[in-house]
Structure formats: structure tokens, C-alpha cells
């Protein structure tokens, strides 16, 4: 029977949160941040971690966990999603990026989080999810973990992930990002040395490092299909062969443009990605 949030006790670290055995929230402060995860553990050796999508104006409330209720229909995987703590910083923004600020990049607590997470678990496989801008922070993360993330094998399982922040068409969006997060008017004016936090392709080029995984991508989305995705590939072709697969859905078969799948397609292929 699934819970509802407010029904869940909430453990103060991430250790306490490693030995619970039902659905629980964990909320703690680190520095000035505060950080909110929820956890759904079923004893599997394969943690999926959500990453969060922008809000909706008339549904804006932080923390915010996506997706996190379909745990309760994923037996087969422990799952922990993670709230943006980008969003404490502007009661207007509705998505963060996992930016954080120009003095701290929020995404990188975030991994030291899941390192500490996963030594405590000892997972064999890691799957980074996310729709979106949850797609985005997914990939980043993905490509940060080189190598093995303490003997775990990590991949990225993102859907219609924005991939460049700079080319993002839905500019309001973007300037009020560089406003709250780098203190200036838009992202043409933040500081070059900031653009690998706000460009997949700038970030998988630093680090030499394509993460695993599947990007699927609806035809019928113009912006991330015409633009992101023509960015993302184009980018890819200096590494030749790679792991990371991209599929597009054709529009003859879904016309909903920017929208998530649904729990099923993409359970789908979480387990082919998993098999590969």
C-alpha cells in the first residue's frame, strides 16, 4: 500500500537513512544548504536515483521529489530521489539545475552525497534518472563518476534532457537561473569558467569521459529533438564509438512533445540498459 509523503518518519543523515526497511524522507543542513532525499528501500542491488524535474507555478513546493511515488511500483529496485536545494534560494525559481551558486556547485555535494550513500549500501548498479532538467542533472552526474563509483557500475537514463543550458529556448527560465545562481541578468553574461556546469557537451569534453546510458528524445518535442539532440550528437563524434545510446520516438507514435513517459516505458528500458 503506497504512503503518502507527510505519512513517512524523516531521519537526519544519510547514514540513519541507509538502515531504514520502509519508505523514508532525510532532511539535513550542510554548510548554508539544506538537503532533502527520499529513499524506498527494497533490498536490491540496483539503486535507481531520480533526479528532479522543474515545478509548475501553481504546483511549486520544495522539497520536491519526482517521480518518487513509482517506487511503489518498481519492487525490483531500491530507489532514492533527491530534491534541488537550488530552489531554497528564490521562493520564484522553478527549477535549479542542481546550479547551487557560482561559489558552490550544488551538483557536487549531491555525488559526495552518493558516494557516502552508496559505501554505506554497497550497490552494484546505479542508474541516474531524470526527464528534463532532471535529464540534464543526470548526465552531469553521470559524466562526473569516471571510472567505478566504489565498485558500482553507473549509468544515465535520462528523457528529453535539456543538454545545453546556453542554447535553451524558454529564456525566462534561463535568466532567472543566472540571476538567483550567478548574480547576473542571463546566461550570455555568466563567467566562461561557469559553462561546464551549463553544457553537457563542454563537460563530457573536460572530462574525456561519455557516461553509459540511453537519452530517449520525442520527435514531436521540436526544441530538445532539433536542437538538443543535434547538439549532444554532433558533440559525440569526436569520441566514435561510445556507450551512451540515443533513441528518438517518432512522432507517428507520440505527438505529446515535452512530456515524461510513462512508468512503464520507461521501466522498459531501465531493465534493457541494465542487461547491456
Not at 93 to 99: D, H, M, S, T, V
Not at 107 to 113: C, D, G, M, N, V
Not at 186 to 200: A, E, G, N, T, Y
Not at 241 to 251: A, C, R, T
Amino acid at each position: 500500500m503506497m504512503m503518502h509523503l507527510n505519512e513517512m518518519s524523516c531521519v537526519r543523515s544519510l547514514k540513519s537513512l541507509s538502515v531504514v526497511d520502509a519508505p523514508t524522507l532525510c532532511s539535513f543542513d550542510e554548510d548554508c544548504w539544506r538537503f532533502d532525499y527520499y529513499f524506498s528501500p527494497r533490498h536490491s542491488n540496483v539503486l535507481l536515483v531520480f533526479f528532479p524535474a522543474a515545478l509548475t507555478p501553481d504546483k511549486r513546493y520544495v522539497p520536491a521529489f519526482h517521480r518518487w511515488s513509482w517506487a511503489f511500483q518498481l519492487p525490483e529496485y531500491d530507489i532514492l530521489a533527491l530534491s534541488d536545494p537550488t530552489l531554497y534560494l528564490d521562493e520564484h525559481i522553478l527549477g535549479g539545475w542542481l546550479q547551487g551558486t557560482s561559489a558552490d556547485w550544488i551538483l557536487t555535494r549531491i555525488l559526495a552525497h552518493l558516494r557516502t550513500f552508496q559505501e554505506l549500501r554497497n550497490y552494484q548498479q546505479i542508474v541516474f534518472c531524470g526527464f528534463s532538467s532532471g535529464g540534464f542533472a543526470a548526465l552531469q552526474a553521470a559524466t562526473l563518476i569516471t571510472n567505478s563509483f566504489l565498485g558500482a557500475r553507473v549509468m544515465a537514463y535520462t528523457e528529453n534532457p535539456q543538454i545545453s543550458l546556453i542554447k535553451y529556448s524558454i529564456r525566462r527560465h534561463m535568466n532567472l537561473l543566472a540571476s538567483v545562481c550567478y548574480g547576473v541578468s542571463s546566461l550570455d553574461k555568466v563567467d566562461s569558467q561557469f559553462h561546464l556546469r551549463l553544457d553537457i557537451v563542454s563537460l563530457i569534453a573536460s572530462q574525456n569521459h561519455v557516461p553509459p546510458g540511453l537519452v530517449v528524445i520525442k520527435e514531436s518535442d521540436i526544441h530538445h529533438h532539433g536542437v538538443q539532440l543535434e547538439y549532444l550528437r554532433s558533440g559525440l563524434q569526436c569520441f566514435g564509438s561510445n556507450s551512451l545510446d540515443l533513441e528518438v520516438i517518432p512522432v507517428s507514435i507520440d505527438s505529446s512533445g515535452h512530456t515524461p513517459l510513462t512508468l512503464q516505458q520507461m521501466r522498459s528500458r531501465i531493465d534493457a540498459i541494465l542487461r547491456k
